[in-house]
């Protein structure tokens, strides 16, 4: 299911593939419409995929250098996404953000994400 969700007043794109254990993936915008016309051959057997698209991430940004702000303003969008979407425990693909980030997601999400590098490409 593809579609656009506010989380503090910031517009995500979002699709949300599968069934089971919960996988969420960041990607930039750009990236959002290739995600869509493959997310579907990337699943595997008992696994859910969120696909996010970070409104900051544009093509051309290096989001290896996202500041803590913009880190802390994108964990509190996650930790209220999981909320919404009634979400106990995910695992959170966070490749390529920087180190800081995973703490500072780690910090917000009280113990629901469980983070990870990527293992599969986008």
């Known amino acids: 299911m593809e579609t656009m969700v506010y989380l503090h007043d910031r517009c995500y794109q979002i699709l949300d593939v599968g069934d089971g254990d919960c996988l ?29 698209a970070v409104p900051f991430w544009q093509s051309g940004i290096d989001i290896t250098q996202i500041s803590i702000e913009d880190s802390i303003t994108l964990a509190k969008d996650l930790h209220l996404l999981i909320d919404i979407f009634w979400l106990d425990e995910v695992r959170i693909d966070i490749a390529p953000m920087p180190k800081t980030f995973a703490n500072i997601l780690q910090g917000q999400a009280e113990g629901r994400f469980v983070v990870e590098p990527r293992t599969t490409a986008a």
């Open 24 to 52: 969420i993936r960041l990607i930039d915008t750009q990236q959002f419409s290739q995600v869509m016309a493959c997310a579907n051959e990337q699943l595997q057997t008992g696994e859910r995929l969120i696909y996010i």
